[in-house]
């Protein structure tokens, strides 16, 4: 819990600096700190995977095929997004991330009680 805590800290402070003074804006301040917050992304999804896996194969097998898929797509999309500049690329990254987590989200906890 607390290597979360502490990965989504540093992610928030990245992504909300105190001043954009030496930057046009918030685009061009993420872009120049891009890997930076992708790795941090990245280490937070290695370290689900570790802890939903050290809950056990009962746990882990209780998320299904998708879980493990879903974090290794992630993983490589921050590794594509720390190479890549396209704002194409980061602009649908980070729509489709949030739409797909939503519904998995509806999806798993809405069964929970099945």
Sequence with gaps: VLFYAFII??????????????YSGYEEYFMSRRAWF???LAAFF????????????EHFSSLGVE?????????????IGIWTAN????????????VYQISWALRYYSTIGS
Excluded: N
């Design 38 to 40: 992708l790795g941090f």
């Design 87 to 98: 704002r194409r690329f980061h602009t649908t990254f980070a729509v489709v991330a949030l």
């Design 67 to 79: 879980y493990p898929i879903s974090q290794i797509a992630y993983i490589t999309l921050c590794f």
């Design 46 to 57: 290695l370290i689900d995977f570790w802890d939903t896996w050290l809950k056990g194969p």
């Design 9 to 22: 800290y540093l992610m928030c402070a990245l992504l909300f600096p105190s001043d954009l003074d030496d």
